[in-house]
């Protein structure tokens, strides 16, 4: 069976600091991977999504970047935080495009 | 533009009801239409889901309802039970072209009282 890890699980930074977020995903190959954001009361926000390795699509111009240096992984990075990069990031992966997305446990970010 | 709407922020159910979520999209290119459950500090959790091409679903107690002409969608929990207390939220995608992610509602909070 498919799983997906994220870590860390929650991480506290300082205004100014770099980020790295990690993702992975077992049990299957080449999956489409995403990048969510989900700030406090509100919905999820596309970031980032990836069809394969190297390829990297952005939904919205922000403060973040993403990388998929291997068929399975998936990393969310900064170079220097702000205090709205504050949220709770969720990786998800799919099978085919457009079809369901299975998400990972999230990671809760505080910038401070 | 929210081209995903969840109108009510949250809803209290009795236990053993029938809860019923409501959501309403304007991009008429969404051809398919997901329902998550989510509890605090985790990852959504696949619901349900429904193409275009039908206008109803059903697994368990939930049954999500399609109407393509009024573009809505409504997901039905029967009976309500305790765990399913949670935030739930309706996504959808245009499968032939647009953005490869999901587009969400911001949810609606879930309450079932015992």
């Known amino acids: 069976s498919q799983t997906i890890h994220q870590w860390p699980a929650t991480l506290v930074q300082p205004v100014g600091s770099p980020l790295s977020l990690e993702c992975t995903v077992e049990?299957?190959?080449?999956?489409?991977l995403y990048w969510y954001r989900q700030a406090a009361g509100r919905g999820l926000q596309l970031l980032f999504y990836?069809?394969?390795?190297?390829?990297i699509s952005s939904e919205v111009p922000q403060n973040l970047s993403a990388s998929r240096p291997q068929d399975r992984q998936f990393i969310l990075s900064s170079k220097k935080l702000l205090l709205s990069d504050s949220g709770f990031y969720l990786c998800?992966?799919?099978?085919?495009?457009?079809?369901?997305?299975?998400f990972g446990p999230g990671t809760r970010l505080l910038v401070l | 533009d929210q081209q995903v709407k969840q109108n009510s922020p949250s809803l209290s159910v009795q236990e053993g009801r029938i809860s019923i979520l409501n959501c309403d999209y304007t991009?008429?290119?969404?051809?398919?239409f997901l329902w998550y459950k989510k509890y605090p500090a985790e990852g959504p959790t696949f619901l349900i889901s429904?193409?275009?091409?039908?206008d109803k679903n059903e697994d368990g107690r939930f049954t999500v309802f399609l109407n393509k002409s009024a573009k809505h969608l409504s997901l039905h929990i029967v009976p309500s039970q305790p765990g399913d207390s949670a935030v739930y939220f309706c996504?959808?995608?245009?499968?032939?072209?647009?953005?490869?992610?999901?587009?969400f509602g911001k949810g609606t909070h879930l309450i079932i009282q015992p």
């Open positions: 996504a959808a995608s245009a499968r032939g072209g647009g953005a490869d992610g999901l587009t």
């Open positions: 990836s069809v394969g390795i190297g390829q």
């Open positions: 998800a992966w799919s099978v085919l495009q457009g079809q369901t997305q299975y």
């Open positions: 049990g299957t190959s080449n999956p489409n």
């Open positions: 429904i193409s275009s091409i039908k």
């Open positions: 991009n008429s290119m969404f051809d398919y």
